[in-house]
């Protein structure tokens, strides 16, 4: 790339030179061009996780198409980056699948939508059933490395963990892993659905995330002998539970009160519950 | 009929220099419009490179460039900025990568040059170049999907690996190697191809002991252009390289890529934390620009070779 930019600037490839300033002058179009079509309406953004993304983009379909004028919009990037929108306005609501941090606190309004629960997945041949909390940290601490160990077939255990900075990782840690770190063996895929395809085809493979996206690939372990249902999250006796949240900088407008509103109402909750979610109250 | 056709040059001729000194006045604002829009790029790129120092180099201070290199431990979170498995991690991949682009595109390279007809030359390197408009999330799928299954199956391990990235770089490198390669080969003179055959060397022969010496300049400028690609590609890698954190011991352990560490967390990171993946991106900066320069001066060489023989 270089080297052909410095060739053709010295005039070595002069054949190139229009190839070089064509596509200059793309760009430039593609930068003007956006400005150029730019509309306001009354859109709300909604940026954030993307453990909530799905059921907000669901909400917002439906929101939308009973809402008359007013849009949402969702995209997802992550719990931190859907705090940062809100905070530089870029979004008028973040998405957050942890509780905040106290300092998070201080500055966001936050509420939350819906409790879910964070389910720890195996490949559906795995024997084992279940695990204790301690033994689901001590595995993800990299000190139990064979499935035997915890009553399953001799194999190794590979551990499948999420990014640092996603919401479902930071409430994984926050709620297994206590004092101990996530061992750097650890594999790092950066959503929900590639940690589903690597377990949904790695026999060996020990992973986490929502209970609401768990489908029917994947075996949900019981921990501490509870089953990860939504009647279970509900009870509260299945210990792994977060938070998710809709979170704002001030006071949220009123367009993105309405998502919220419309979030919280009956029909939104029940939505919610539908798909795997355990509900506010 | 002949004298009309011989007015119409005299008119256009008379016209001649008021339309030549519109004419250059035009041309010369045209190659101004140009100018600053070639201009506009190369700001790009300096604009590019100052921010990414900018943000880069104070982190680097403030760990020490020694620990930030050498150390293993990357615990962003807790202020431990250790890039040396990503480091590794790159240099085994793109290593890797290399091995499989090179034997491969070079066997291209030679085959549309010493041994094909042209009729199938005019339809294999097209479909080789063709490799190079494929996007390269498709190639991570492939990947994913094809690959990491197979490495699992048969060679062990958890299949996301610095083969498998090596191998999908490595044929993502194709196009490039073959392309310079077989510019390279057909560079070299007709007189050595033919001296060699003269004095009884084979094809073969002729092919390894003159061919391929004679254009090895062109030959490496094209591996390290390739290898700069590889270098620099993220989204495949993240794909199939399992991202880890640990220094990887064979090549059936995952590994993670200064390019995958920037862009897996990037989307979250604040504070110092974005700083070091800023910091992770000027490492990266200072090991491509490493190869362009080595890649600029070999194929330099080659010109200067090429006017010698000439």
């Known amino acids: ?5 410095v060739q053709i600037l010295r005039g070595e490839r002069k054949e190139d030179m229009k190839w070089l300033l064509g596509g200059v002058l793309l760009l430039l179009a593609l930068l003007l061009l956006p400005g150029l079509g730019s509309e306001k309406g009354a859109t709300v953004n909604v940026i954030g996780s993307t453990s909530v993304q799905p059921f907000a983009e669901m909400l917002a379909e439906e929101f939308n198409r009973i809402g008359g004028h007013r849009r949402v919009e969702v995209q997802g990037g992550g719990s931190t980056a859907g705090l940062q929108a809100a905070l530089n306005g870029v979004a008028d609501i973040g998405m957050c699948s942890r509780s905040l941090k106290e300092d998070e606190a201080k500055v966001f309004q936050s509420v939350a939508i819906a409790r879910d629960g964070l389910s720890v997945v195996v490949h559906p041949s795995n024997r084992v059933d279940g695990l204790t909390k301690q033994q689901v940290e001590r595995i993800f601490a990299g000190e139990i490395t064979n499935w035997a160990e915890v009553g399953g077939e001799d194999r190794p255990i590979r551990l499948i963990t999420r990014e640092e900075g996603s919401g479902t990782r930071e409430a994984f840690v926050k709620l297994v892993m206590g004092k101990s770190r996530i061992s750097p063996k650890a594999m790092t895929q950066e959503s929900n659905g590639s940690v589903k395809e690597l377990v949904r085809n790695d026999s060996c493979a020990i992973g986490y995330m929502s209970l609401g996206l768990v489908g029917k690939d994947l075996k949900a372990l019981k921990v501490d002998g509870v089953e990860p249902t939504a009647e279970q999250v509900m009870t509260k006796k299945y210990p792994l539970v977060r938070p998710f949240l809709f979170v704002t900088k001030s006071k949220p407008g009123s367009d993105a009160q309405a998502f919220i509103d419309y979030v919280l109402s009956v029909e939104g909750q029940q939505m919610l519950v539908k798909e795997g979610l355990v509900r506010v109250q | 009929m002949s004298t009309m056709r011989a007015q119409i040059p005299v008119q256009s001729a008379a016209r001649r220099p008021l339309l030549a000194r519109r004419r250059l006045d035009s041309e010369r604002v045209i190659s101004w419009v140009l100018f600053l829009m070639a201009l506009s790029a190369l700001s790009g790129l300096a604009v590019i490179t100052a921010f990414i120092f900018k943000e880069g180099i104070p982190i680097i201070a403030k760990v020490g460039l020694r620990r930030f290199i050498f150390s293993s431990h990357w615990y962003p979170l807790e202020g431990e900025f250790g890039i040396l498995p990503m480091i590794v991690g790159s240099l085994m991949v793109t290593a890797g990568a290399m091995v499989i682009g090179m034997v491969f595109g070079l066997g291209c390279a030679i085959l549309l040059t010493q041994y094909c007809p042209p009729r199938m030359v005019s339809i294999i390197k097209p479909a080789i170049e063709l490799l190079a408009g494929i996007p390269s999330v498709v190639y991570g799928f492939i990947g994913v999907a094809i690959l990491v299954p197979f490495i699992r199956d048969y060679l062990g391990g958890p299949g996301l690996s610095v083969l498998a990235s090596s191998i999908v770089l490595g044929v993502m490198m194709l196009p490039t190697i073959t392309s310079i390669s077989v510019d390279a080969l057909r560079a070299v003179p007709k007189s050595y191809i033919e001296g060699s055959i003269a004095l009884g060397a084979t094809e073969w022969q002729t092919t390894h002991m003159v061919v391929l010496k004679a254009a090895r300049s062109g030959i490496v400028a094209a591996v390290i252009l390739g290898m700069g690609r590889a270098v620099g590609e993220t989204m495949a890698v993240i794909m199939v390289a399992g991202n880890t954190l640990e220094l990887p011991h064979s090549i059936l352990d995952p ?56």
């Open chain 1, 1 to 5: 790339m270089f080297v052909d930019l």
């Open chain 2, 255 to 310: 590994v993670r890529t200064l390019t995958s560490n920037i862009a897996l967390e990037m989307g979250y990171a604040a504070g110092d934390h974005r700083k070091a993946l800023f910091a992770t991106g000027v490492v990266l900066f200072v090991i491509i620009m490493v190869l362009n320069t080595i890649a600029l001066r070999v194929s330099r060489r080659r010109s200067k070779v090429k006017v010698l023989a000439k």
